[in-house]
């Protein structure tokens, strides 16, 4: 089976090619970062318009990549949410419509399932059960995952998600859109300890995250400091240790709720090199494994939602005519298979 898998959920555009047997064929990108660096965050109504130009277009260069036709083609995945009602719907109403003048099943894909799915891209996967740490954009969450569409959810973020924080955090410390990978690049010229920030929400039970108030504890470190590189960098520094802490906390903790040995690291935040140095580390201790995948996959892709779309169409089949986004999906309401 191949499958062409679309992506359209914020301010990427990804189409992808996934076959059942050969594996990934084509894997195609289009980032938007220039055109809402200006703004300091995503446009809604840019983001939709972008895709409208783009999808088309990529779909044709996935096409040409994997030396294929379209009439090679056996389904179509797309992301039908969560993310920017406008943007889905691009994606969704290309990949619906492309379907139906092929006649050819198609199947609507959860954005964050994609994620949690992506590690299986890589030549070692894991296998269920394990737990999941998603940091993607707007979400930070510890998934329990026993098998496709069997999640559940053990913690979440109450406030600011982790990606949130970098980037509103980066703000404040004057570095570009978009500020995550800025602020970790500056954070490597940090001071250890040279500051020292909370980890929120360790120092009580549970999964659940809090990242609004570390946002603000960097905010008032930097009103209350000299305005020099260094200082920037060793708030940086003192930030994202704080941040990785608190993940790597929280993942001892479900980990050792659950009773599970592997551990997934999905999401933008998961392509963070401390995160992963600092996993890696925990999984070791355990005797576990800790799996994420390479960091073009990390980010919001096509491939991910192909590879997602095979495995669902395989033991699923068919979605209806109809075209539904869901800009709020949470992944416990998808079907077990």
């Known amino acids: 089976m191949r499958v062409l898998g679309i992506e359209t959920s914020c301010d990427e555009t990804g189409v992808a090619i996934y076959d059942s047997t050969a594996g990934l064929l084509s894997n195609q990108l289009h980032s938007q970062i220039t055109t809402h660096a200006h703004y300091g965050g995503v446009v809604p109504e840019l983001a939709s318009r972008s895709h409208m130009q783009k999808t088309v277009l990529l779909i044709e260069a996935a096409l040409q990549e994997s030396q294929l036709r ?3 083609i056996n389904a179509i995945a797309y992301t039908a949410g969560p993310g920017l009602v406008g943007s889905l719907l691009v994606g969704s109403c290309i990949g619906r419509s492309l379907a139906f003048s092929l006649n050819i099943p198609s199947v609507a894909i959860n954005h964050m399932e994609g994620h949690l799915l992506s590690p299986m891209l890589e030549d070692d996967p894991p296998n269920f059960p394990f737990v999941a740490l998603l940091v993607s954009g707007g979400h930070t969450q510890l998934i329990s995952a026993t098998g496709i569409g069997a999640y ?3 913690g979440e973020s109450l406030d600011d998600a982790a990606g949130e924080a970098f980037d509103k955090t980066a703000k404040l410390l004057g570095l570009s859109y978009p500020g995550g990978p ?3 690049a500056l954070a490597k010229k940090g001071l250890r300890e040279r500051f020292r920030f909370p980890r929120p929400m360790t120092d009580r039970p549970g999964f659940d995250f809090s990242f609004s108030g570390l946002k603000t504890f960097a905010a008032n470190t930097i009103y209350n400091n000299h305005n020099t590189l260094q200082i920037r960098a060793d708030i940086a520094r ?14 001892r903790r479900a980990l050792n709720y659950s009773g599970f040995k592997s551990l997934v690291l999905a999401g933008g935040v998961g392509s963070n090199c401390l995160l992963r140095r600092k996993l890696k580390d925990l999984m070791i201790q355990r005797d576990g494994k800790v799996f994420y995948a390479r960091p073009e996959f990390c980010t919001d892709n ?3 939602i192909a590879y997602t779309g095979m495995m669902r169409l395989q033991l699923n089949g068919d979605n209806p005519l109809s075209i539904t986004v869901r800009p709020r999906w949470p992944l416990s309401e998808l079907n077990t298979l």
Do not use: N
């Open 152 to 154: 559940t959810l053990m």
């Open 238 to 251: 003192a930030f994202e240790d704080a941040v990785v802490d608190t993940l790597v906390i929280k993942c």
């Open 302 to 304: 096509g491939a991910m």
């Open 70 to 72: 379209m009439q090679d």
């Open 182 to 184: 800025a602020l970790s």
